[in-house]
Nanobody, 124 residues
Framework: QLRLVDSGGGLVQPGGSLNLSCTAS????????IGWFRQGPGKERERVACISRSGAIINYADSVKGRFTISRDNAKNTASLQMSSLRPDDTGVYSC?????????????????WGQGTQVTVSS
């Protein structure tokens, strides 16, 4: 079975941190671009971060630059999104996705696999 499993969400206070994980099973991630997407309540889905196959190219949405860090470990077939200085407007369902499209154009529609989503709630 080919799937991605994302985890690590939860409830955190403003200014706090969370680390999201994305694990692939049934296929190798090392030949694929990985992106993290989120959808907040009443908002459109947006891509927050993307990392190329080798990890050499990383893109962030302006709204998370300097606060979020995407990484990958191809040997472990995993990816992560380290989030810090969280704000209430970071609240949403976060999903990882993988696909062959280069990072700079990667959208959820290009994904060949995606996780089920993990809820992140930033609230005091």
């Amino acid at each position: 079975q080919l799937r991605l499993v994302d985890s690590g969400g939860g409830l955190v206070q403003p200014g706090g941190s969370l680390n999201l994980s994305c694990t692939a099973s049934g296929f190798a991630l090392d030949s694929l671009t990985i992106g993290w997407f989120r959808q907040g309540p009443g908002k459109e889905r947006e891509r927050v971060a993307c990392i190329s196959r080798s990890g050499a190219i990383i893109n962030y949405a302006d709204s998370v630059k300097g606060r979020f860090t995407i990484s990958r470990d191809n040997a472990k077939n995993t990816a992560s999104l380290q989030m810090s200085s969280l704000r209430p407007d970071d609240t949403g369902v976060y999903s990882c996705a993988a696909g062959p499209t280069p990072c700079h154009t990667f959208t959820l529609g290009d994904a060949t696999s995606w996780g089920q989503g993990t809820q992140v709630t930033v609230s005091s």
